[in-house]
């Protein structure tokens, strides 16, 4: 019988340290461009990576947006459904990362052949954590 109840009593802890992971996610964003400096017509890449330091599992949607005038040529991600047809960079939906995985999206865009020389482009990465796995 004791085992039984220790049996029980480590699920509760489990469930409970489960629950707990849950409800304080901490996932890092950040975002990159590959090559740091182009000139007009030039094709770069803009890689965002979204890092779970959790202690367990969460689901998550990214977002890539590009700077204004540039239109993704190609998306890539190495997990969740990718919506390739957003028309200002990149979304993913429905990633899921375990503790310490790395989800990493990517978008390809050329530079505008009338960008100005010395502009600075700024794009943005956004993560949106889901409540529940999936869906």
Request: hydrophobic share 45%; no cysteine; proline share 7%.
């Amino acid at each position: 019988m004791k085992s039984l109840a220790g049996l029980v009593l480590g699920l509760l802890l489990s469930l409970a340290a489960t629950a707990a992971a849950a409800q304080s996610p901490n996932v890092s964003v950040s975002l990159s461009v590959s090559p740091p400096t182009a000139n007009p017509g030039d094709t770069v890449s803009f890689i965002a990576r979204f890092t779970n330091h959790s202690a367990g599992e969460v689901w998550l949607d990214g977002e890539i947006r590009l700077p204004a005038g540039l239109t993704p040529r190609s998306v890539s991600t190495n997990s969740g459904m990718l919506h390739s047809s957003h028309p200002t960079g990149a979304l993913a939906t429905d990633a899921r990362l375990a503790a310490g995985a790395v989800f990493t999206m990517t978008a390809v865009a050329d530079l505008p052949p009338g960008v100005v020389h010395g502009t600075v482009l700024t794009g943005e990465a956004e993560a949106r954590l889901r409540a529940s796995e999936g869906g």
